[in-house]
């Protein structure tokens, strides 16, 4: 094996995506590019997000960047989603509500458009903790009415968060609407595994890799979940309130690990890196679908958009 075909195999790339409504954002180290197909072609949007980590170099610190990342990520990620469902055809727009054209009418297009993305990750974020983090503290509290072991309960309320975690990623499957989404979701990954295997970014080539990518954000989540179980465990109360209170005050220490554990797993390849990588990969046989050879464009017409004039600035 030559020393550049060794270099293309061993080439890891920060560069991330996330799939649209009809479409695909793909973040890199200087550019963010948003491709949406539409009836008349694929439609590109290009911008350079500025991170407050930049401005504040202390949230780039190891454990407190994960907690950034993920916030700005999600912050990023919704506002590509409205983008991008404002290309779809008028019949199948949703139609704003009352409280939407009230915002507009006060605010203005633009000021409006930042408090309904404000809003959309507040809620997000507030549906994401109750359903995945107390919702299950809550159903284990009745297991303290069975035994007073803590470790059972901590146990249990691990078991039943992963639980509701996967039955929920289960029944987005069902949604025809999400299918699609799911298949940008594979298209993107089998582009970026071209991209980093160094070989010339076609449909041909993208078409045969793998969709299940050892740095996806839906790895994220799960090893968020795993993690939480161990976490979670050093505080134990016997009132169910206090309980769910210290659960959401140690989500940021949560998160914070399970980021780390995501990026030195994505930097290395040995027997460890595989098995933490492992669990993230399983999920992705539920978020990841074979894409067709339009959304496989639209992928890489995306990536293209975003790797740097200067070799070697996206290595992860």
């Known amino acids: 094996m030559s020393k550049n075909r060794k270099a293309a195999k061993d080439f890891r790339t920060s560069i991330g995506g996330q799939a649209l409504i009809e479409g695909i954002l793909m973040r890199g180290p200087v550019k963010e590019a948003t491709v949406v197909r539409t009836a008349d072609g694929l439609v590109t949007k290009i911008s350079e997000p500025h991170f407050i980590r930049e401005k504040y170099k202390f949230l780039g610190w190891p454990f407190l960047r994960g907690i950034v990342v993920f916030t700005e990520s999600l912050i990023y990620g919704v506002r590509a989603l409205t983008y991008s ?96 989404v799911f298949q940008y979701h594979g298209a993107e990954h089998k582009s970026i595994f071209c991209y980093e295997k160094g070989l010339p970014l076609t449909v041909e080539n993208v078409r045969p890799q793998s969709r299940f990518h050892p740095r996806c954000g839906t790895s994220f989540l799960f090893v968020v979940m795993i993690i939480s179980i161990f976490v979670f465990s050093f505080v134990s109360w016997n009132n169910v309130w206090i309980r769910m209170a210290m659960r959401i005050l140690l989500l940021p220490v949560v998160m914070g690990i399970a980021y780390e554990i995501n990026r030195w ?23 990841t ?11 890489i017409e995306a990536l293209k958009l975003v790797i740097p004039e200067e070799k070697g600035k996206d290595e992860w």
């Open 85 to 180: 469902a404002s290309m779809l055809p008028p019949e199948e727009q949703e139609q704003p509500s009352k409280f939407d054209k009230w915002v507009e009418e006060k605010l203005g297009s633009e000021k409006a458009e930042k408090l309904l993305i404000g809003v959309a990750v507040f809620l997000g974020i507030c549906l994401s903790v109750g359903l995945f983090i107390l919702l299950p503290t809550l159903l284990a509290g009745f297991v303290t009415n069975l035994t007073e072991s803590s470790i059972l309960r901590n146990l249990t309320e691990g078991a039943l968060r992963i639980v509701i975690f996967l039955l929920y990623m289960y029944f987005c499957t069902k949604s025809p609407d999400l299918k699609k």
């Open 265 to 287: 797993a994505g930097r290395h390849d040995n027997w460890l890196s595989t098995a933490l990588a492992a669990p993230g990969k399983a999920l992705q046989r539920l978020t």
């Open 289 to 299: 679908a074979e894409p067709d050879d339009g959304m496989i464009e639209c992928a």
